[in-house]
Every structure is written in structure tokens, then in C-alpha cells.
């Protein structure tokens, strides 16, 4: 249980516009929806696609790393994990187990034309959305545990976009959704304090020694 004498210790050392500022994207922050890459080589590609969970508000990522382990590292340094929760699994069963195990559906995301549009998703149920490669997408055993599958409308010669782009497109139109429909997407209080005290942790350089000084008093 967090302390609520730390994190306003922590908080007296941003300034009033930062302080403000988490304020306002905590309260914007979703695990209603959730997103999982598997074995996404490109370390552009899983850099972006956290970014956009950052940007649309969805605080847990989950990547697989099955086949290249270690691999999100150096890109990862770009910042968005500051802000945004990288939950790392050695295999899709894992993945998919402790997802289900915290009430999320299981997503597939597939081009294919037996798929959901997009439009049609329903926002109601907490949803964990598995990303695949541009060239292989996702792996048979996902394909298999899918409680169902997603796809974006397309109207060209083109099957199917970059694995950025499709996160990007989904995330905005479903983080979209669930403001504006009936749904209890927000986190509650308590997750929220803990996002909180982890976001000072990561925004202050000597944190740790802040924490320190703070007991020993």
C-alpha cells in the first residue's frame, strides 16, 4: 500500500505545472484495454507502438519475446517507458494466461475477412489486443486461443498496414469509445496512487535517495 506522506514529499519537488500535468494524464489512464505484441523483430515498430499507448492513454503493455528475447532494450530508452508499463513474457501461453487470469478477453488482431470491423468491437469487456508482424502476423496458438478477431476496414489493394499504423488506428478509435459510451474505463484510486508514485519515482533522477532521506527522518 502506497504512502500518501511520500508521494506528497516526492510531489513538492516538481514544479506546479508538472505536478498538474500527471494529474490530468493519470485520470486519462485506461487498463480497460490493454495490448500485446508478439516477437515484433523491429525494435522501431514495439518503440512506436508504446508510444501510441501512451499517447491514447493505455497504461500496460505486455510484449512476448519468444524468439528474440531482450530485443525491445535499447529502443525502449526512448522515453514512453517512463510512462507507460511494459509487462515482458517468455511465451504466448504466459502472456495469454496472465491475461485471462486479470479478466481480459483475448483479441486477435487479423486482416482476414472473417474478422470483426473494427467499428463493430465491443468496448464493453476489458480487452487485451495481440498484435503479430506486418509479414507473418500471429502465431497459430493465439490464432486459437483468440476469443475473437479484430480488423480495420480497408478499401485499397493493400491486405494489411505496418503494425504501428494498426495500433495507432485502433487504439485512437477505441480509446475514443469507451469516453464516450457507458463504460468504467478510468482506473480506480488506488491504481491510480500507485501510478502516481511510480511516475515520480521514474520522473526524479535521485528519487531513490529522496526516498531514503524521507524515512530516515
Known amino acids: 500500500m502506497n504512502d500518501p506522506a511520500l508521494i506528497s514529499y516526492l510531489e513538492d519537488f516538481l514544479t506546479d505545472r508538472r505536478r498538474s500535468l500527471i494529474k490530468k494524464v493519470i485520470d486519462q489512464r485506461t487498463n480497460h484495454i490493454t495490448v500485446a505484441t508478439q516477437d515484433v523483430y523491429q525494435l522501431h515498430n514495439t518503440s512506436a507502438v508504446i508510444r501510441s499507448c501512451d499517447v491514447f492513454g493505455i497504461q500496460n503493455v505486455h510484449v512476448i519475446e519468444e524468439k528474440f528475447p531482450k530485443r525491445i532494450d535499447r529502443?525502449?530508452?526512448?522515453?514512453?517507458?517512463?510512462?507507460?508499463?511494459?509487462?515482458?513474457?517468455?511465451?504466448?501461453?504466459?502472456?495469454?494466461s496472465h491475461l485471462r487470469e486479470n479478466g481480459y478477453q483475448i483479441v486477435a488482431t487479423s486482416p482476414h475477412?472473417?474478422?470483426?470491423?473494427?467499428?463493430?468491437?465491443?468496448?464493453?469487456?476489458?480487452?487485451?489486443?495481440?498484435?503479430?508482424?506486418?509479414?507473418?502476423?500471429?502465431?497459430?496458438?493465439?490464432?486459437?486461443?483468440?476469443?475473437?478477431?479484430?480488423?480495420?476496414?480497408?478499401?485499397?489493394?493493400t491486405e494489411s498496414?505496418?503494425?504501428?499504423?494498426?495500433?495507432?488506428?485502433?487504439?485512437?478509435?477505441?480509446?475514443?469509445?469507451?469516453?464516450?459510451?457507458?463504460?468504467?474505463?478510468?482506473?480506480?484510486?488506488?491504481?491510480?496512487?500507485?501510478?502516481?508514485?511510480?511516475?515520480?519515482?521514474?520522473?526524479?533522477?535521485?528519487?531513490?535517495e529522496l526516498i531514503s532521506h524521507f524515512y530516515s527522518k
Open 75 to 96: 529502443e525502449i530508452a526512448m522515453g514512453a517507458q517512463k510512462w507507460v508499463t511494459v509487462n515482458r513474457h517468455a511465451s504466448a501461453k504466459e502472456c495469454i
Open 161 to 208: 498496414l505496418n503494425i504501428s499504423v494498426s495500433a495507432a488506428i485502433i487504439l485512437q478509435s477505441l480509446a475514443e469509445r469507451i469516453r464516450k459510451e457507458a463504460v468504467n474505463w478510468q482506473l480506480n484510486e488506488e491504481e491510480k496512487e500507485d501510478l502516481k508514485l511510480q511516475w515520480l519515482k521514474n520522473n526524479l533522477k535521485n528519487s531513490s
Open 113 to 157: 475477412n472473417d474478422s470483426l470491423h473494427l467499428g463493430d468491437f465491443d468496448v464493453n469487456k476489458k480487452s487485451a489486443l495481440f498484435f503479430g508482424t506486418e509479414r507473418y502476423g500471429l502465431s497459430e496458438e493465439i490464432m486459437k486461443e483468440a476469443d475473437c478477431t479484430l480488423k480495420i476496414p480497408m478499401y485499397g489493394f
